[in-house]
């Protein structure tokens, strides 16, 4: 190959790729395109089934993910020690409100009890998610989690199809819009 047609296939790979993830392009799953607040959220390709865990709600209660199977949902990993969860946990609170159709999950896998984590979403204006505890943190270990807040998008197949590592603008309009299309509501 000549060294123009090398370059000229790097300079169409690069564009190619500042379309699809630069510009906030890349189709996620089900035809609809990220929004810009959502930057963070990055597809799983291929999708894979997400881990057969469960977790615990403030009265005892243990929940599986499979209990979820056939609706979008949006779990998010988080801890009271977590500066940038903490500050997201009202944003994930407004998005639950503002689609009911998405079953957003966010639990805290901080080891904390569940009366502590429920105190704690209360006084920092995020009740509205439930109290949701793993106490054992197999969802941090299950998924991969290292960094936190750390977010997975399941599809109604029970497939992750999308995941997040770090805060995101969950409550933005365009972010809201788009799990309202995705989730039918």
Known sequence: MTKKLLIGLG?????????????????????LTRPASLAVLAPQTPAKLAPEV???????????????????????????????????????????????????????????????????LKSHGAAAL???????????RQF?????????LIDPQGKVVARAEGPATWDAADAIDYFKRLAGS
């Open 11 to 31: 300079v169409l790979c690069a564009l190619a790729f500042g379309v699809l993830y630069g510009n906030g392009l890349l189709r996620v799953h089900e035809g």
């Open 54 to 120: 469960a977790f615990s709600d403030a009265a005892g209660g243990r929940h599986a993910l499979a209990d979820y199977k056939g609706r979008y949902v949006l779990l998010n990993m988080w801890a009271t020690w977590c500066g940038p969860c903490v500050a997201e946990l009202p944003a994930l609170a407004r998005l639950k409100l503002a689609v009911p159709g998405l079953k957003v999950l966010a639990v805290d896998v901080g080891r904390d009890k569940p009366e502590a984590a429920d105190a704690f």
């Open 130 to 140: 439930g109290t949701l505890v793993d106490t054992e943190i197999t969802l941090s």
């Open 144 to 152: 991969g989690a290292n960094v936190y807040p750390t977010t997975v």
